[in-house]
């Protein structure tokens, strides 16, 4: 898992810890070099470069070192740990009404000892500044295994009184080397903002007041292990405008970004119509709002004091652009929006071309004033190289983000890899830019430095090593003696993988993650279903990207050597909740449930399988059987109350004894009971009733029934089985899960092809028709037809537009979408039915815990009530007195299992408060 970060490369450490506390960090880091221990620290892992990776011992402070020590909002810095997450410092420093200013993609979850290693940026940083420009001291521990302190002459408490920062002792060889080259430093580094490339010694001028501290960032942990860090916050400006403007192209567009700087803009941010076009491909055309004429965008941000001051540089801006259209944007929603196609289209740029898109030369700057002649010739350069990418960037810092198609996964791929870089390298150094404006070289373009910089400073920074780290341990292979380009690619060693060759597809799915690591922010609070199981754990195994990593090694073989039944796999695989959120929320399409559903699969195939794979994987089954015995649910039910035949039966189940078991219908089943019901008139739908509320006790469908007649449908409760195999999917069951499928889609194909809708109660069951019977049967015709057929309630009732909701002005509802409802089937129609109710809606983020069969599974219950206790538990404490709203059978029985109250579906909050007809009656 640690021998992958967010790029190409994978190189396998000899160890992985994590530190405790600062004196741990400092006391192992020095037990490494004394035993001559290569050391890479990592944060998030999110470095696209591969500058997070390494051979010896890799030290994550993410899990333990990530406090923030003090606040001080008079002074206006943090003192920070190096693990300490961007996001969790802007909240802490919020209530003063303070930020830090960088903002990367990754704030969620990058660190900001990670953010100093690479120099890290953002959007906002044309405003704000870079990270180096945002330190005020670091402690350091060097590779001769001193500790010093490195405080900034230009830190606002110091710049009126100091001529020039303190240099320790064991750094004074750096006096030296600095005043012997002071030409060559001036020409050569810090000669426009985003010069990310190479060690910025330019910091060290005596003009900046030889400035270590500043210096080290960007340094990529090759000089120094960074034990703790002060850094300066800014104040928000109070007033912001948004300026949209379009031109015929991007590169026109960059063209113009001379003129547009001139105007203070505190992000300007670049775009053409091959990033629109894929948020609206994925998305949706609603998802993307109107845009100025053209097919070339940039969204920029202006913020000041006075309102009047700010509208009137907007105003200017406006005519003084060479813009086909511009607008000033004023719309909060519409900002937003805007701000969001930029946002989702750089999430989508690595999965949205016709082969698989890679880093590797993500992160290239040039002057402004020669953007729009990098970009033309950027693109040409790929053309000649059969490549295709997705630029977007910082327009404004002349900073260019790309994915791009590189054919890692064919035998010559490493060197074609590396013919493109160097062509792109000799470009970026003609217009005198940076192949790394906020990623940093790391693996992917410290080769490639000789082509930016003249020999006489490339020995410099081989000196400049020397003096921190003589004997070469702190991130080798990175800026100075590196690794070349085409080594180590992680997908180039998997081209002669038996797995590749019989399964090409299992393997560029599983590669699709890129480790930007997503699935480490904890964002339920803003909907986001991924990654419950992390969250509880905070194991990276336990992540998405944890589990790709693992199945990544699986298909590579060489440290994982047993497949699909390799207990490190089955490890990795057995908390994943099968929740579906990284369908949705991770940026590059994982769905990590299919995965797991497939290795289980292969595993047990004609193998005995666990306990609960035959009582759980085949629960449809019982539930039928039982349903169609008169009284045999109340008997199984009475017999279950039993303590020994109970204990017996969990064991057997393979249910942890901790659950209570549900209980089953005492008569016949759900829909047995609406055999002989009939509807007045109206329009026709079908009811297809799922197992779990066809077999156990509850009035899911007689609430759906009576909403629908009074909605003025004419429901009809299929009586045919229709099992969509759920179960059988979830438990790895695949073969079976197929034979379920074209059974039920021998029912539900004639009702779709009729045009008639057909309503399911259950998310999880109808999320397997938009879903997963696609790739189970994709050859067959007949999915795609039941797939658009298929409606939740929300949906069906908002088709209708004179359907009006009830009025629950007064109530409070806390809503629990099932993870497959939010991931999958998308939660907007309950969403806005709910608002349409004037009831107080709390939408809750993340997984109940329970999961199907995962919660209810021997080994799972601590996990599952962790899950519980992130969102969903503390949600219903709050809100004692509140309606819990639940569509999902297992997000009803955590609710009831672990807080004892009772949930209700929405036909049952809707039924509950229908106005009184006096004419209704039972209709059988």
């Known amino acids: 898992m640690f021998s992958s970060d967010a790029s190409i490369y994978r190189v396998v450490p000899e160890g992985v810890t994590f530190p405790r506390t600062r004196e741990e960090l400092v006391e192992i880091s020095r037990a490494a070099l004394a035993a001559g221990v290569p050391i890479t620290l990592r944060g998030a892992g999110t470095s696209c470069a591969g500058n997070a990776i390494g051979p010896g011992l890799v030290i994550d402070v993410s899990r333990h070192l990530n406090r923030v020590l003090e606040v001080d909002p008079v002074a206006r810095t943090a003192t920070v740990e190096p693990g300490v997450v961007q996001e969790v410092l802007q909240r802490h420093t919020a209530p003063h009404g303070l930020r830090f200013g960088p903002d990367p993609s990754s704030s969620s979850r990058c660190t900001i000892g990670g953010m100093i290693a690479n120099n890290a940026c953002g959007p906002r940083a044309l405003g704000y500044g870079r990270t180096s420009d945002n330190i005020v001291e670091l402690e350091v521990l060097t590779g001769t295994g001193d500790l010093v302190i490195l405080r900034s002459p230009s830190a606002a408490a110091e710049a009126a009184h100091r001529e020039r920062a303190e240099c320790p002792h064991s750094l004074r060889p750096l006096e030296g080397l600095v005043a012997a080259n002071l030409g060559l430093i001036r020409t050569e580094l810090g000669t426009f903002s985003r010069l990310g490339s190479g060690y910025a010694l330019d910091w060290l001028l005596p003009e900046k007041k030889f400035d270590l501290a500043r210096f080290m960032a960007g340094t990529e942990g090759t000089l120094g292990i960074i034990t703790r860090a002060t850094v300066r916050l800014v ?144 693109d040409a350069i790929m053309a000649r190289h059969g490549l295709e990418g997705l630029p977007y960037g910082h327009f404004g810092d002349g900073c260019v983000h790309c994915r791009i198609d590189f054919p890692l996964d064919e035998s010559d791929g490493p060197e074609r890899y590396r013919a493109f870089v160097e062509e792109v390298a000799d470009l970026v150094a003609s217009l005198g830019g940076s192949m790394s404006g906020e990623h940093g070289d790391g693996r992917a373009r410290s080769a490639l430095l000789p082509r930016l910089f003249s020999p006489e400073a490339i020995d410099l920074f081989g000196q400049v090593k020397q003096v921190f780290d003589p004997q070469n341990l702190l991130n080798p292979g990175v800026l100075v003696d590196p690794r070349p380009v085409e080594a180590d690619i992680r997908v180039a060693a998997t081209v002669t993988s038996p797995l590749r060759l019989n399964d090409p597809h299992f393997v560029e799915a599983v590669h699709q993650c890129s480790g930007v690591g997503k699935c480490l922010a904890d964002g339920m609070a803003g909907g986001q279903v991924m990654c419950p199981s992390f969250q509880a754990t905070r194991e990276e195994k336990d992540s998405t990207r944890g589990r790709a990593r693992v199945l990544q090694e699986m298909v590579n073989g060489s440290l994982i050597s047993e497949g699909w039944r390799s207990p490190e796999v089955h490890e990795a695989l057995d908390l994943c909740l099968s929740c579906k959120g990284c369908a949705r929320d991770c940026p590059t399409g994982i769905d990590m449930a299919a995965y797991k559903s497939r290795v289980l699969h292969e595993t047990y195939q004609g193998r005995l399988r666990p306990r609960s794979h035959y009582a759980l994987g085949w629960l449809p089954r019982w539930g039928r059987l039982v349903g169609r015995v008169p009284g045999l649910g109340g008997v199984v039910n009475a017999t279950l109350r039993v303590p020994g035949l109970s204990r017996a039966a969990t064991w057997m189940a393979g249910v942890d004894r901790r659950r209570p078991l549900p209980r089953f219908r005492r008569g016949r089943s759900a829909r047995r009971g609406f055999a002989r019901h009939t509807s007045p008139r109206g329009r026709p739908v079908v009811i297809w009733v799922d197992s779990f509320d066809d077999a156990f006790a509850g009035s899911q469908l007689a609430s759906l029934v009576r909403v629908l007649e009074r909605a003025g449908w004419a429901p009809r409760v299929l009586q045919q089985d229709a099992c969509c195999g759920l179960t059988w999917i979830t438990t790895g069951q695949l073969d079976g899960a197929r034979v379920q499928l074209r059974k039920a889609l021998d029912v539900l194909a004639p009702i779709a092809e009729s045009g008639t809708p057909i309503v399911g109660m259950e998310p999880s069951c109808l999320a397997v028709w938009r879903s997963d019977a696609g790739e189970l049967l994709e050859d067959d015709p007949r999915v795609p037809v039941v797939a658009a057929a298929i409606r939740t309630l929300a949906e069906l009732l908002a088709s209708d537009p004179d359907w009006k909701a009830p009025d629950l002005s007064g109530h409070t509802i806390v809503a629990q979408p099932h993870c497959h409802h939010a991931a999958i089937l998308g939660w907007q129609a309950d969403a806005t039915l709910l608002a349409a109710t004037g009831a107080e809606v709390v939408t809750l983020g993340g997984c109940c815990g329970l999961a199907g069969n995962f919660g209810v599974e021997i080994g799972h219950y601590e996990t599952s009530v962790a899950v519980a206790e992130h969102t969903l538990l503390p949600a219903l404490r709050e809100h004692p007195e509140a309606v819990v709203l639940a569509d999902g059978f297992s997000c009803r029985k955590q609710v009831s299992d672990l807080e004892g109250r009772d949930a209700m579906s929405l036909a049952q909050l809707l039924a509950t408060h229908l106005s009184p007809d006096p004419g209704e009656g039972v209709r059988r």
């Open 235 to 378: 104040a928000d400006a109070p007033v912001k405008q948004m300026v949209a403007l379009g031109y015929p192209t991007m590169a026109e567009a960059a063209d113009d970004m001379a003129r547009l700087t001139a105007f203070g803009p505190v992000a300007a941010e670049g775009m053409d119509r091959r990033i629109v076009d894929v948020v609206a491909r994925k998305f949706g055309p609603a998802a993307v709002p109107d845009l100025p004429a053209g097919d070339g965008w940039v969204f920029v941000e202006l913020v000041g004091e006075d309102a009047d001051e700010v509208r009137a540089r907007a105003e200017g801006m406006k005519l003084a652009s060479a813009a086909l259209e511009a607008w000033l944007v004023d719309d909060p929603a519409v900002v937003k929006a805007l701000w969001k196609i930029r946002s989702d289209g750089a999430g989508l740029a690595g999965v949205s071309l016709e082969r698989p898109a890679y880093p590797g030369w993500e992160d290239a700057s040039v002057p402004v004033a020669k953007l729009g002649t990098y970009l033309r010739e950027f």
